[in-house]
């Protein structure tokens, strides 16, 4: 018979879960279950049912899994240990061990986690190399786009209007990897990392202390093996994994961003920004001039500005206020610097000066540009008025956002750029009373009607995009 002691345990790992959770969890075991046709009930035995690798394979593997991590996931389960013997040897999934795995991984703490993500890392017991920390990360990843894309949950994002996600994941699962760190408390780096040997309560620390991991699980589990996916409550930690996307809708536009690079600048934007982002300026859409872009971003709220070099090098900065035109540095403490490719970072204010953000244009004096951190003349990203130069000064990093250079070359010519508006425009963007970058600046308009140009000027005040509907 089995012992009281694991079905109490079974029962306290039940308990966690609202009666149309369990309802939920058991219909979804039961399918599984259903699919593997055990021998015994052939032969009218009353016999458990059990989940084999097969099952979940013809279940999830054509479509919402990668094999992969369909693979990681059975180890998982497999894992969990019913009576303190040996069950790891068993093929077979147990129900016990399908809802405590569910449990463990759902609604567990970063010890309850630990031990099944380990076996998701590596089969054995050994401690595991960085580098089979990176490929668990990698599919986990890979599997969060794969999983949002096939539910359609990317929210009018979608892998055909973003970057290719292959490079976004390696980026990310290197930037969540550059997070762990040795018991004494040194970060193992590059080369260095992939060989180094980890123990439990080092990777049960950097599980604590990066939120991805557990949240990118959760969403595996519950979009990909479609648990508890639908239920009201259960889903707040992926509400807004995936920001709404705005404004790209049949403008045949490819992002400069990529799925996994989305997901990771939107979780280090302030928590009522999260939940939307709204195409404000397109080099490719709008054309490459300097008035067109301010045109198009001046008192619009927060927004980010992304940008890619000649050489491929995609990076930008996260402006925490409005652009507006002055002479003066404008913004708060909230700001930061980002690097997309060829690595995913993100570098937050030092406190050394308040130099976040500075935009001009058609003064004699001051620069005219587009500038974040640093100084003028050596800012950590600038755009010159002059559309298409630029520069990222960093000896060796900047001052305002300890960013280090970049562009590929300190000095970059511009290939394309993008500004996204970040949270709910502002009510003073609504077209009423809408005033142009011309209405502010007369210098600009002169500009403009010197070089034969109208104030109706093909574009310069396209209207701002009616919300439109993305599902």
């Not at 052939?42 to 369909?70: D, F, H, S």
């Not at 994002?157 to 990897?177: F, M, P, Y």
């Amino acid at each position: 018979k089995m012992g009281n002691a694991e079905s109490n345990a079974y029962r306290n790992h039940l308990s966690r879960f609202l009666p149309e959770e369990q309802s939920d969890i058991d219909g979804v075991f039961d399918t599984l279950s259903g699919s593997s046709g055990s021998a015994g009930a052939k032969n009218g035995k009353a016999t458990k049912k059990t989940v084999t690798l097969a099952a979940l394979q013809a279940a999830y593997m054509r479509e919402p899994l990668p094999e992969q991590m369909t693979v990681r996931l059975y180890n998982g389960m497999k894992s969990i240990d019913l009576t303190g013997k040996s069950s790891g040897l068993s093929e077979q999934i147990a129900k016990e061990q399908f809802v405590i795995f569910m449990s463990n991984l759902l609604k567990g703490n970063a010890d309850e986690k630990i031990t099944i993500i380990m076996r998701m890392i590596s089969k054995t017991e050994e401690p595991v190399k960085g580098k089979q920390i990176q490929e668990f990360t990698e599919d986990l990843i890979m599997s969060v786009v794969h999983v949002l894309s096939y539910r359609k949950e990317l929210k009018g994002w979608n892998l055909e209007n973003t970057r290719d996600s292959a490079s976004g994941v390696k980026a990310l699962a290197s930037q969540l990897l550059s997070e762990m760190k040795l018991a004494d408390g040194t970060k193992p780096v590059g080369p260095q990392l992939m060989e180094t040997n980890f123990d439990q309560s080092v990777i049960e620390d950097w599980v604590y202390r990066v939120p991805q991991i557990s949240v990118f699980l959760s969403v595996v589990i519950r979009q990909g093996l479609h648990v508890l996916h639908s239920l009201p409550d259960q889903t707040k930690d992926i509400v807004n994994l995936v920001p709404a996307c705005k404004g790209i809708k049949g403008r045949g536009l490819v992002s400069l961003f990529d799925i996994p690079s989305i997901i990771y600048i939107n979780s280090n934007l302030p928590a009522e920004l999260q939940h939307k982002w709204q195409l404000l300026f397109s080099s490719r859409l709008h054309g490459e001039s300097f008035s067109q872009l301010c045109g198009h971003i001046v008192n619009k709220g927060p927004c980010i500005v992304i940008l890619k070099d000649v050489d491929g090098y995609i990076f930008g900065g996260f402006a925490s206020q409005s652009w507006e035109v002055k002479p003066q540095f404008q913004g708060d403490n909230r700001c930061f610097l980002f690097s997309v490719f060829p690595s995913l970072a993100v570098y937050t204010y030092t406190g050394y000066n308040d130099h976040y953000m500075y935009l001009n244009h058609g003064q004699q004096t001051m620069p005219n540009g587009l500038g974040m951190g640093g100084q003028h003349g050596y800012f950590g990203l600038w755009i010159d008025s002059d559309y298409g130069k630029g520069h990222s000064k960093a000896k060796p990093r900047c001052t305002t956002y300890n960013s280090p250079q970049l562009s590929a070359k300190e000095d970059f010519t511009l290939d394309a750029m993008e500004v996204w508006a970040v949270g709910d425009l502002p009510e003073s963007a609504g077209t009423k009373g809408k005033k142009s970058i011309l209405d502010v600046d007369p210098e600009a308009q002169a500009l403009l009607e010197m070089t034969g140009k109208s104030r109706q000027s093909e574009g310069l005040r396209e209207p701002i995009e009616e919300e439109e509907d993305d599902d």
